[in-house]
């Protein structure tokens, strides 16, 4: 774990499998891609109310250091 941490210390690969299922956008789709906190990364997951379901909108977390995942 702190070999990973050192060789990705700002965590660049977190997102790489979900960003390589990404396809390109449909011909005047409008997509967005919102960066935020926790919250904002977990926002799909239907507990917490699915935000936005049906639009190709995707989260990411941007925070300086990992929150503990409810």
């Given at each position: 774990m702190a070999?990973?941490?050192?060789?990705?210390?700002?965590?660049l690969a977190r997102y790489r499998?979900?960003?390589?299922?990404?396809?390109?956008?449909a011909?005047?789709?409008?997509?967005?891609v919102f960066m935020?906190?926790?919250?904002?990364?977990?926002?799909v997951q239907p507990r917490?109310?699915?935000f936005f379901p049906g639009k190709p909108?995707?989260?990411r977390e941007l925070a300086g250091?990992?929150?503990r995942r409810c």
């Open positions: 070999e990973k941490r050192l060789n990705d210390w700002p965590n499998d979900e960003n390589a299922k990404v396809l390109d956008p011909k005047n789709e409008q997509r967005v935020g906190d926790s919250i904002t990364d977990m926002w917490f109310g699915g909108y995707i989260g250091r990992r929150h």
